[in-house]
């Protein structure tokens, strides 16, 4: 009797070679590929997503997802025999003129894909993009676009290929980082008293600078007015807002304790002798 109806099935054709039957078989391959779709995903957030950053498991666990359902699609059409040939023809045609259209949407697909492949950053760095003036947190890394917290607080998106093409300075992949200022003093004073004094104002007031590698001075320009000392620095990443921004002022407060003149600028004027 079973054999009977099957039969039947296979012998009532719809439309152009298609069965009751082979639809229904195809039918079953696309839900069959649905539930292993699910199941993969699922198993995909629980055991791997945990290991990876949070955008790069989103992003991963939809092309799962989806891959999935594309491979059970075309199971099914070869199941059910149907022919796609002239579909595949006028969508190539259309594929070239959408691609055309959509050159910068494919770019910044394939973009996002060799971020989350390659993560130069990871969700959470602060990161600079230089020739940008871009700077802030990197919030997540999505499928067209990067989203980044500027350090004042609003939120700009970024182009994935825009974000992968260019130089990225990322703020926090190091432990350690090092600050750095320029001073002027007058000719008149002695370089290595100026540099005693800033450095053991540095060591007496910036518990957060570390003693090894100990703090570097540089005498980089004999400029119009001043000699400039370099004075570098170096500080644990998070004590960045406890050093970078005060050094300056503690070296100032260091010169001004010791009588140590920062000159303005100045020019030496010769009158010619008649």
């Known amino acids: 009797m079973a054999l009977e109806w099957l039969q039947s099935l296979s012998d009532f054709e719809i439309t152009g070679g298609l069965t009751l ?14 539930i292993i779709a699910r199941t993969v ?37 070869s199941s059910t025999g149907v022919d796609l040939s002239g579909l595949l023809v006028a969508g190539g045609i259309f594929g070239i003129v959408i691609g055309f259209a959509t050159q910068s949407v494919v770019s910044n697909l394939i973009s996002g894909i060799f971020l ?3 993560k130069p950053v990871k969700q959470g760095d602060s990161v600079e993009i230089f020739g940008q003036d871009i700077s802030g947190t990197l919030l ?22 825009s974000f992968f093409t260019s130089n990225i300075r990322s703020l ?17 004073e002695d370089i290595d008293g100026a540099i005693s004094v800033i450095e053991k104002e540095i060591r007496s007031t910036m518990p957060f600078v570390l003693v090894i590698p100990k703090p570097e001075f540089r005498v980089v320009e004999l400029a119009d007015s001043s000699v400039n000392i370099e004075i570098l620095v170096w500080h644990p990443r998070e004590d960045w807002s406890e050093v970078a921004p005060n050094l300056l002022k503690v070296t100032k407060r260091a010169l001004d304790h010791a009588g140590i003149e920062i000159p303005f600028p100045q020019r030496v004027i010769w009158k010619a002798k008649e």
């Open 21 to 34: 039957l082979s639809l229904l078989i195809g039918g079953i391959i696309m839900a069959v590929g649905v």
């Open 41 to 77: 995903k699922l198993l995909f957030t629980k055991y791997y997503a945990p290991k990876l950053p949070q955008d790069t498991a989103k992003n991963l666990g939809k092309l799962i997802y989806f891959g999935i359902i594309i491979i059970s699609f075309l199971v099914f059409t």
């Open 116 to 118: 989350m492949i390659e």
């Open 140 to 161: 997540d890394i999505s499928t067209f676009s990067v989203r980044i917290r500027r350090f004042d607080g609003t939120i700009i998106r970024v182009p994935n290929e």
């Open 172 to 188: 926090t992949s190091t432990p350690v980082r090092r600050s750095e200022v320029t001073v002027g003093i007058a000719y008149k």
